[in-house]
Each structure stands twice: as C-alpha cells, then as structure tokens.
C-alpha cells in the first residue's frame, strides 16, 4: 500500500512537467518516466486508474517534437498491452483516442504511423475491447475499407512506416461476427478477402503475412460462404494451399487433379516457413472441410498429396497435429447422416470437458518437446 501511495505521490508531481509550457529536456524526462511505469503491470495499473494521466500522455502524442511523441505512443504500446488498460484508453471519447489513432495511421505522412498501429493492435486483441472498438469506429471517417485500401499498399506511408501491424488489427476485427458479415454482405464485391489473400505468399513482413491469413482463418468460420469462397470467383483453395507446397513433383495423374496454380511448381518453391502461420492455413482448411460440399471439392482437387509432402518434411510437433487431424478427414469415411455439417456436431458436457482437457495436456507436450529441440 505504501509502495502505491509514493508511487502516486512521484507521478502526481511528475506529471506536472508534462505541461506544453514544460521546456523540452524536462518534458522528454517525465514522460520517460511514465515510459518506465507503463512497463510493469503495478504501473499501469495504478495509471489506469487516473483517467487525466491518460489523457495528458494522449495529448503528448501530437507533440510538435518528434521525440515526444515518440516516447508518448511508446507510453501507449507499454499501457495498452493489458486488456483492462486498453479498455481505459478506449473509454475516454473526449477526445475519441480510437479515431484519432485511425486517422493518424491512415495519413501519409503520419511520422510514427508504426507505433500506433501497434497500439491499434493491442487495443483490438480481445472480443470486449474490439467490440468498442467498432462502435467508436463506426462513427468516425476511418471505415474497415480504408484499413484495408491502406493495407494493401506496400509504400502507402511517405514516413518510411511499413504499417504492417495492420495486419493484426484486420485479424482481431474479423473475431467479430458483424465484420465478417460485413465482409460477405456488403463488401461482397469489392471483396476484401479476395485483396487478404494476395498477402499469403507476401515475404517481406511475417506480420503483415500472419496477420492476413489470421483474418482470413477467421473468416473461414463463416460456412454459409464456404461455396463462394471455394468457387472460381475467389478461388482461396490455391491461395491456401500454395505456401504449403513444396517443389515435389507428382506423376501426371495427380498433377491434373491439383488447382491448376500448384501444378508444375519450380524447383526452388519453398514452402511458408513460419510455423504459426502453417497452423492457421491448415485451420482455414480444416474449417472449409466441416461442411460436406467443402470436404468433397477439397477431395477433388487432391489437396491431400500437398498435405502428405508437407507432412514428410515438417518438423513441429504443434503443426503436426492439425496437419495429421486434417489430412484424417480428407481420407476419412464420411460423417454418418444428419452429421456432414462438422460445426452443427453437438458434443455432450462430459466429452467436450475431456476433449479440452486432452487438447491441454497435448499442448503441453508438444510445448515440452518443441522447447527440448530448439
């Protein structure tokens, strides 16, 4: 308690050089200061309980100094890494941080558009949060088209700032059921996941990757599109299946069978070398197969000879396991009737619990043998 009292007692008095009156060395002092609270969950906690040292931090973050505003949002990447703190920062609405962060990114010229899109990330990770999060966003300029335009282009930002952490920010709105209504409704023609699935195979950011094929994963939760989304319009069994794909060769008969863009691959193809990022293109697969019209076209086009070749090779037990529970189900018998769509499966309380508690102590073993060989 005491510890508390003098830590407010010290932020109370340092707070007041963060003033715009404050001469720069001083400012840039106090505000590393609260740079160094924000990285210990003590300190965030106790600011997140004082709503005008939010709001003075935020105001710091249109510093006409660059290294003040560096070190404010710097503040804010710490802060908002916990999900009470990012729901402080999301409730204060005078001014509405959300859109002002979102009309930052989404300025060219924005100096440190990275940095915010980062604490965009963080404060759109769980489902509470996101869900203000849209709510806010839904009143601003800032729409999920403009995100996603934004994202879409490489050099959008003149700052020299990737923004690649958009990518997590696309990932953790699709959670929403809304957005990917959104997504297959209205913005069907436009197709955003068409422009998400360009990113599969981009190499320059694993994030900007990972954080496409999350978004897309996510999507695929969604099996009254599962026909659309395997059609020749958006075509996404190629997308999902080439980073999989090695640069092995099949005998003709199999080869015909395949999407025609993972026929004849080049030697040198190599395959996604990140393992989440694996895991999640076998989990865009896995949900496309729990409806049966999704199973039998994935049968069709022979994705399990990509899947066997991958499997030869792979190395991660954490990746083994929905590659092995993937490639069950494309060489399985069919569901009995009344048991094709896999979503719809009731599982009884009991066996749900000891399945849970199977996939836990799984994990843990897969985490102890991944950590012994790394």
Not at 50 to 56: A, E, H, L, V
Not at 143 to 149: R, S
Not at 194 to 200: E, S
Not at 266 to 271: E, G, S, T
């Amino acid at each position: 308690m005491s510890s508390t009292a003098g830590t407010g007692n010290e932020a109370e008095e340092v707070l007041q050089f963060l003033s715009p009156s404050t001469r720069v060395d001083l400012k840039i002092t106090a505000l590393r200061y609260f740079v160094g609270l924000s990285g210990s969950d003590e300190g965030r906690n106790f600011i997140a309980s004082r709503q005008k040292m939010i709001t003075t931090l935020f105001d710091l973050t249109a510093d006409v100094i660059s290294a003040v505003s560096k070190d404010a949002f710097l503040f804010f990447i710490n802060f908002t890494s916990n999900e009470d703190c990012a729901w402080k920062v999301l409730s204060v609405d005078t001014p509405c941080i959300l859109n002002t962060w979102l009309h930052y990114v989404v300025t060219k010229e924005s100096e440190h558009a990275d940095a915010v899109c980062m604490i965009l990330s963080n404060l759109t990770r769980s489902e509470k949060c996101c869900r203000k999060a849209l709510q806010y966003m839904q009143s601003g300029k800032v729409t999920l088209e403009t995100i996603v335009d934004v994202f879409c282009q490489i050099d959008y930002n003149t700052s020299h700032n990737g923004l690649h952490y958009l990518g997590p920010v696309l990932s953790n709105f699709t959670q929403l059921h809304e957005i990917r209504k959104h997504i297959f409704g209205e913005d069907k023609d436009r197709s955003i996941i068409k422009r998400l699935l360009t990113f599969t195979t981009y190499m320059d950011s694993t994030i900007r990757r990972g954080g496409a094929v999350a978004a897309i994963r996510n999507c695929c939760f969604e099996a009254a599109f599962h026909d659309w989304l395997l059609g020749n319009s958006v075509d996404i069994l190629s997308q999902l299946l080439l980073p999989l794909a090695g640069p092995e060769e099949f005998d003709e008969e199999d080869t015909e069978t395949l999407p025609i863009d993972l026929q004849y691959l080049p030697d040198d193809k190599k395959r996604e070398p990140d393992p989440d990022i694996r895991i999640m293109l076998l989990e865009c697969l896995a949900q496309l197969c729990t409806t049966k019209p999704g199973r039998v076209y994935i049968k069709s086009k022979n994705a399990y000879i990509i899947l066997r070749e991958l499997h030869k090779v792979e190395k991660y037990p954490s990746v083994k396991v929905p590659l092995e529970n993937l490639i069950q189900i494309l060489i399985g018998d069919e569901p009995c009737q009344g048991m094709e769509n896999l979503q719809a499966v009731a599982i009884p309380e009991p066996l749900k619990a000891k399945f849970l508690q199977s996939d836990k102590e799984e994990a843990k073993e897969i985490a102890a043998e991944e950590n012994s060989t790394s």
